[in-house]
T-cell receptor
Framework: SQQGEEDPQALSIQEGENATMNCSYKTSINNLQWYRQNSGRGLVHLILIRSNEREKHSGRLRVTLDTSKKSSSLLITASRAADTASYFCARVHMDSNYQLIWGAGTKLIIKP | DAGVTQSPTHLIKTRGQQVTLRCSPISGHKSVSWYQQVLGQGPQFIFQ???????GRGNFPDRFSARQFPNYSSELNVNALLLGDSALYLCASSLGRTNTGELFFGEGSRLTVL
């Protein structure tokens, strides 16, 4: 199965703290992407990291990828109330006919 | 520039009915993908179309069908609706032939089947 795990399923932190979400997968990937979804809305692309990259940054976001452990993490620094959303990792697996495989997401709540 | 637009935003159907959902991609994008998202879960891939040809199909029954028009807009049809078809249906567009790059999503069509 290409399905993986995201943890935690839910995370509640105080504004200003850092939030870390993890994503694991089972088969080799072409790339891994993180998306954000506000409640019941469409998804917004955050970062794409390729299989030959180890770390990428975008503003307050930092994504790491460890292909040996088949895992990725998304770090949001200095969290804000507006960061409250669900965060999904999506992978393009080598044998998935180039389609994205999505995890179940991490629901992040930032308390003001 | 307009983003990906989907219609209708909400709809209620009864079991056995048929539904058509519509999607207009970002101007210049030739690829459209459809996803089903059940409450509390991640999106599940249904179809991808590129240049009016089906490029990929997820693990969904034949009750689900789609097509892409010459202007790259797309329709998703679901026949013989079941209660389990209740979900948020998301359309995404992208530039490339494959879905390996960034996808741009619409706000979705929320389908409730009673």
């Amino acid at each position: 199965s290409q399905q993986g795990e995201e943890d935690p399923q839910a995370l509640s932190i105080q504004e200003g703290e850092n939030a870390t979400m993890n994503c694991s997968y089972k088969t080799s990937i072409n790339n891994l992407q993180w998306y954000r979804q506000n409640s019941g809305r469409g998804l917004v692309h955050l970062i794409l990291i390729r299989s030959n990259e180890r770390e990428k940054h975008s503003g307050r976001l930092r994504v790491t990828l460890d292909t040996s452990k088949k895992s990725s993490s998304l770090l949001i620094t200095a969290s804000r109330a507006a960061d409250t959303a669900s965060y999904f990792c999506a992978r393009v697996h080598m044998d998935s006919n180039y389609q994205l495989i999505w995890g179940a997401g991490t629901k992040l709540i930032i308390k003001p | 520039d307009a983003g990906v637009t989907q219609s209708p935003t909400h709809l209620i159907k009864t079991r056995g009915q048929q539904v058509t959902l519509r999607c207009s991609p970002i101007s210049g994008h030739k690829s459209v993908s459809w996803y089903q998202q059940v409450l509390g879960q991640g999106p599940q891939f249904i179809f991808q179309y590129y240049e009016k040809e089906e490029r990929g199909r997820g693990n969904f029954p034949d009750r689900f069908s789609a097509r892409q028009f010459p202007n790259y807009s797309s329709e998703l049809n679901v026949n013989a609706l079941l209660l389990g078809d209740s979900a948020l249906y998301l359309c995404a567009s992208s530039l490339g032939r494959t879905n390996t790059g960034e996808l741009f999503f619409g706000e979705g069509s929320r389908l409730t089947v009673l």
